[in-house]
């Protein structure tokens, strides 16, 4: 601890952002020349089905008994059902792999129920559309005549002079059983792009559309959703292609997998549904939060009778990990669940329980005779192998926890593993870095002598 101040200062300058963080709901940063906003974020905190209420739903594989399904087919479906969901508004939706044939989504807050089963229920079609020189924009829905239909002749479609009247229906060259394979690469620009491959069949049709509709567009449909509508820059007969834009690796990743699996890989069917109300969620978590209250007023006495200037000390420290643990789950919009709370409220435990341990190898020193100063940093020293062995342990419980929480779908066990692990490592933050800088602070304005010693618990 050589440089004090220095240390003083990024304990000043992490409690401020994390106090802003915490009594905010969304963060703004303006641009000082134009005063526009130049970065903000939502920090609004993320509340759990069993907090909030919602929906929950399990989805199983829908194939015949013994047919193997891949853990790549399991995530794909995953991915395109968030996807789905969370373009219905639902984005806090929780969807995850549980076993090896079911999906369980967690949509807290839900307001229709009904929609969203329904969409989680598509099996989704995704289909080539011929746009001509009038593309719809981008998240329109459209009709085509893949559904028997007569598709309006788009080459003279003019949107000002159409009857509003008579839908168009635009006319769809391909459905996405004939893509092979979509993937995402760089070109020579360094941009991003995505390659794909067609087969035989969708080969002699993009041939032949591509070739006859050059510098017009072609719309990337996904029940019946426009999603892209990119130009064909030229003709297209190899069966091999590039869609190129401004793209990121983001967007084109999630444009990538729309093209692999515009329709979900797996069917699937709905075995469970529930609505959740938030009552009983929102009572325990008021009598968890109550009894943590008691139970930390409980701590800081004894902290502070026991242990007297390092107990205080101790205390203060425990309240700027409670700050800056609850701004990292807001800050990442982890959901946080009752079980999360239990978690949060236990990785407390542990932070005093390092300091217990500090503390404790310190007054041994100073009944053996050591200086003040020399106790302070002994106690630290010595007792940093037990510290960092016990927390290192339940680290390693905790991933185990998220790993099984993942596999099974236990998200209750996934969000207690989660707010645990985070929280003991703020706590060593806390205990190593800041209690101990606060100690030395408070040693400068203490004299050595063995008069000052019971301000130490001896």
Known sequence: MRNLSSRLILIAVIVALAAWVDFSTELKIPNPITGQTWWQ???????????RGGLQ???EADLPEGTTISSDQ????????????????VNESVLQVAGENRIVGEFPGATDPDQIKATLGETGRLEFVDFANNPPGVGTVIQTDVDGGTATDLTTYDPATADP???????TVMTGDKIESALVTQDQMGQWVINFTLTNEGSQIFGEHTSTHIHQYLGIVLDKTVVSYPTISTAITTGKGEISGSFTYETANALAIQLRYGSLPIPFKIVESRVVGPTLGQDSLQKSLIAGLVGIAVVFLFMGIFYRVPGVLADFAIIIYALIAFAVFKYFHFTLTLAGVAGFLLSTGSALDANILIFERMKEELRAGRTLRNAVDLGWTRAWSSIRDSNLATIITSAILFWFGSTFGATIVKGFALTLALGVGISLFTAIVVTRTLLNLVLK???PGTENLKWFGI
């Not at 009247?165 to 006319?171: A, F, M």
């Open 41 to 51: 974020r939502d920090v609004t905190p993320r509340l759990g089905l069993d907090l």
């Open 57 to 59: 739903v399990v989805l």
């Open 74 to 89: 399991m995530e794909t479906a995953r991915l395109i059902l968030e996807n789905r969901t969370n373009a219905l508004g």
């Open 165 to 171: 009247n008579v839908p168009v229906i635009y006319h």
């Open 445 to 447: 304005y203490i004299k």
